[in-house]
């Protein structure tokens, strides 16, 4: 290798901090990890090839996997071939899906990250809205260039489980109402959803409409009226 006979050698992509305690635990084999650079020091000796200190980080971070760092987590070990902290990340993601979606490591995810996350069926999720919600914010971290992918998330939200009342929160929400196109993309799916189960293409969604009670009715009206409110602003 060339690197042998050169008299310095350049890391590409290499912490000097993680770095440091790396080369005191190759001297010392005492290493005192923290939340605070347990993952920078995990990754920098998973590039290095440093096995030992890669066990002894991999260890602490399972123990500290939590819903603010999950996302993150799940990602470093993905990437470096860690199967029990990623399975360990992953669980904890789906589980404190609410949570997790709330953090900068979410709103850092790729395009293909986040749409494998939002349309799997193992979410810890009461109703379609957290989902609906997490994709907006997504969208708003970055919305001159993300918007343009709204076309892949919505379909990892099921829309027509959406109840009424449902429908008025997500269409009355701050984050949704500052992305006109999901706006429109939600009102034109809520009329079209509300007009297949008027005209009896979907018995089940009819049925629905028919038997539900004088407050359910209401909703209803009132989802119709956000949407063409919304469309003539």
């Known amino acids: 290798m060339k690197e042998s006979q050169a008299s ?21 084999g005492s290493l005192s990890p923290s939340m605070d650079n347990a993952v920078d020091i995990l990754i920098t000796a998973c590039m ?53 979606t709330f953090t900068n490591d979410f709103y850092q995810l790729p395009l293909p990250a986040v749409v494998d996350f939002l349309k799997d ?3 810890n999720v009461s109703s379609e809205v957290p989902v609906l919600l997490a994709a907006a914010r997504w969208i708003a971290q970055d919305q001159q260039t993300r918007v343009e992918q709204l076309h892949s998330l919505l379909p990892c939200v099921h829309l027509a489980s959406l109840t009424p009342e ?11 109402q500052s992305i006109p196109e999901m706006l429109d993309a939600l009102g034109k799916s809520t009329t079209e959803n ?14 629905k409409v028919i038997s ?22």
């Open 8 to 28: 310095e050698i350049v890391l590409q992509d290499v912490l000097i901090e993680p770095l440091r305690q790396l080369l005191c635990f190759a001297e010392t």
């Open 48 to 100: 290095l090839g440093f096995e030992n200190a890669i066990h002894h980080c991999k260890d602490y971070v399972l123990n500290h996997v939590a819903a603010a760092n999950c996302l993150g987590i799940k990602h470093v070990a993905e990437a470096h071939g860690l199967n029990q902290l990623f399975h360990k990340a992953r669980k904890y993601a789906f589980y404190y899906f609410a949570e997790a």
């Open 121 to 123: 069926p193992r979410l």
């Open 166 to 176: 449902e429908k008025i929160h997500v269409l009355g929400d701050p984050t949704i």
């Open 194 to 207: 509300a007009m297949v189960g008027y005209m009896g293409y979907d018995e089940l969604r009819v049925h």
């Open 212 to 233: 539900c009670n004088i407050c359910n009715m209401r909703s209803f009206i009132q989802v119709i009226s956000v949407i063409f409110h919304a469309r003539l602003t």
